[in-house]
């Protein structure tokens, strides 16, 4: 079976400052990785996703994370925080037991950037 | 191309009574999964349509159940409606279905049960 933790549930940063939320997978096959970001009152918007090609992975908005098999993380970085980035973000991974394209969601990390 | 559509954005119900929520994909876009978000138990995954048929079902009573039409559109209901039933139900399309596709989320219906 495939799970997701997030460490931190919160997090804030200065704008201007480096962002860096974390996400650990488990899963005894090749995960497919996905963080999602959610703003107030919205649905989730992809913001990149590891489907086993390059490790490093660019996203929209100045996002990338890094897929490590030997940390087992796939942590999501910005260098740079902007006030618009303050949101809830989600990592997930594909359940992969069966033919469908269930996301398994981990409990969200709610990123607040300080002016 | 217009995104995920779901309405009705806002639902007030009461104990006992039963609700149904619907889902438009984007256009062409085959596979409709519905997830259940609450501050206590986070996004949780109800059940995914492709073509019509039910591929997937999450571990929720059978209170939950659902449907898709021919042209996609995928409606859920909830019966016999329960106070922890109060949630934002969101519903993702992709393609087909794949699970290396994107999700597509919709901006959710918020039900509130009292």
């Known amino acids: 079976a495939q799970s997701v933790t997030q460490l931190g549930s919160h997090v804030s940063v200065s704008e201007g400052a480096l962002v860096l939320l974390r996400c650990n997978y488990s899963?005894?096959?090749?995960?497919?990785l996905f963080w999602y970001v959610q703003y107030p009152n919205q649905g989730l918007q992809l913001l990149l996703k590891?489907?086993?090609?390059?490790?490093l992975v660019k996203g929209i908005n100045g996002f990338e994370a890094e897929f490590k098999k030997s940390e087992t993380s796939f942590h999501l970085t910005k260098p740079s925080a902007h006030m618009s980035d303050a949101a809830e973000y989600f990592c997930?991974?594909?359940?992969?037991?069966?033919?469908?394209?269930?996301?398994?969601f981990g409990t969200g990390t709610l990123l607040a950037v300080q002016p | 191309k217009a995104g995920v559509t779901q309405t009705p954005r806002y639902l007030i119900k009461t104990r006992g009574q039963q609700v149904t929520l619907s889902c438009s994909p984007i256009?062409?876009?085959?596979?409709v999964s519905w997830y259940q978000q609450t501050p206590g138990q986070g996004l949780q995954f109800l059940f995914e349509?492709?073509?019509?048929?039910?591929?997937n079902k999450g571990n929720f009573p059978g209170r939950f159940s659902g449907r898709q039409f021919s042209n996609s559109r995928s409606e859920m209901n909830v019966s016999t409606l329960e106070l922890g039933d109060s949630a934002l139900y969101l519903c993702?399309?992709?393609?087909?279905?794949?699970?290396?596709?994107?999700?597509?989320f919709g901006p959710g219906t918020r039900l509130l049960v009292l």
């Open positions: 590891y489907t086993s090609a390059a490790t």
């Open positions: 899963s005894s096959v090749p995960p497919y």
């Open positions: 349509y492709f073509s019509e048929t039910q591929r």
């Open positions: 256009s062409g876009h085959r596979s």
């Open positions: 997930a991974v594909s359940d992969r037991s069966g033919a469908t394209n269930k996301l398994i």
């Open positions: 993702a399309s992709t393609l087909a279905g794949g699970i290396q596709e994107t999700q597509y």
